[in-house]
């Protein structure tokens, strides 16, 4: 008889995308986002790089971004797809599951909605940056494209600032005008569509980039003194959402060097054509945080968040759910 068959019974918690939604709420989701950010600056992680393999006929990308996050301690792994045409069936273009351990015995405890932490943390993550970097007074925001990471932007960034005005920009404007009537309700702040990169972002105290674009669409010249901006849509080498300029004139803030240096592609470009240096990177944002490298430093410049999502933010957002689920009996427990 093996040794396995003498052992308990391994339970592990399943908790559906709709469970997920009202655990992680975007207030809880930013607060332990911005723990795992210091914690990821101080590196009490593991982080490998992320690794994808694409699909053939360019349909999509299957990709895994695992790593180990020391507190609350936990290891695991988050498996997706990346399917960019899915909204046209009325699916999400990120679908997969995070597969959460624990780190005492190295028991798997949870499974959950891959697609719907990516959706929370990457905007939860966006506004933590925004909390650090963006002028106080900030109170215009807008939103390049109109995909999933567009609605949850919507939500999180007036989290942390008092936000009035939203200003939408989408290749398509009767994308534009679906995604401001579909989410009106989920603002306070008064919606516009904008019929230009240019026009949303000219009185823009905050700009998300969150567009599936390998070619520039934002620029430095429509980036006002003053702006903070969140680069969120591009996560490979070889696309960029912006342009150099915009890198080269910027207060330049990531969320991992490592990722940084080897697949911002933004920031590789730049540093290709000999605009910027590794130095141009003023620090990762648990660093600003952890008070250990100054943010803003006057009201005029213009500060980037660099956005790549890394493990140790699914691994705290999912951490959070699983402790909300055991408390409250939220799930299914399922024995393997």
């Known amino acids: ?72 301690e936990s290891f695991g792994i988050k498996l997706v797809s990346l399917f960019p045409g899915n909204a046209a069936a009325g699916l999400s273009s990120h679908m997969g599951l995070v597969i959460l351990y624990e780190g005492r015995h190295g028991k798997p ?14 905007a939860a993550a966006s506004a933590v940056a925004t909390d650090a970097l963006a002028r106080r007074d900030a109170a215009t925001l807008a939103i390049l494209g109109t995909g999933e990471q567009a609605a ?54 905050i700009i998300c980039a969150v567009t599936s674009s390998p070619t520039p669409i934002l620029f430095g010249r429509d980036v006002r003194p003053g702006t903070h901006v969140n680069l969120v849509g591009s996560s490979f080498p070889d696309r960029a959402e912006v342009d150099t300029e915009l890198v080269v004139k910027s207060r330049y803030f990531i969320d991992y060097r490592e990722s940084t240096l080897a697949q911002a592609g933004e920031f590789l470009k730049a540093k290709a054509e000999g605009a910027v240096t590794d130095g141009h990177i003023v620090g990762e944002i648990g660093q600003v945080l952890a008070g250990n ?42 024995s393997l």
């Open 293 to 334: 490298v100054t943010g803003r430093q006057t009201a005029e410049e213009v500060t980037v968040y660099k956005s790549l999502g890394i493990a140790a933010q699914d691994l705290a957002a999912a951490s959070h759910v699983l402790a909300v689920a055991e408390r409250d009996g939220v799930g299914q427990l399922l």
């Open 1 to 72: 008889m093996s040794a396995r068959a003498n052992t308990e019974p391994v339970q592990v918690r399943f908790i559906s995308g709709a469970d997920l939604r009202r655990i992680l709420t975007y207030p809880a989701c930013i607060d332990v986002v911005r723990k795992a950010m210091v914690e990821t600056s101080r590196r009490n992680v593991s982080l490998p790089l992320r690794h994808g393999m694409p699909l053939p006929g360019g349909r999509g990308l299957f990709g895994m971004m695992y790593g180990y996050l020391g507190q609350p």
């Open 109 to 122: 405890v949870a499974i959950m909605d891959g697609s719907v932490v990516t959706a929370i943390r990457t």
């Open 152 to 205: 949850s932007h919507l939500q999180a960034i007036p989290v942390v600032r008092p936000i009035s005005k939203v200003r939408v920009w989408g290749r398509n404007p009767d994308h534009v005008r679906r995604f401001i009537d579909a989410h009106d309700k989920d603002t306070q702040a008064t919606m516009v569509p904008a019929d230009s990169v240019a026009a949303a972002s000219a009185d823009a105290d």
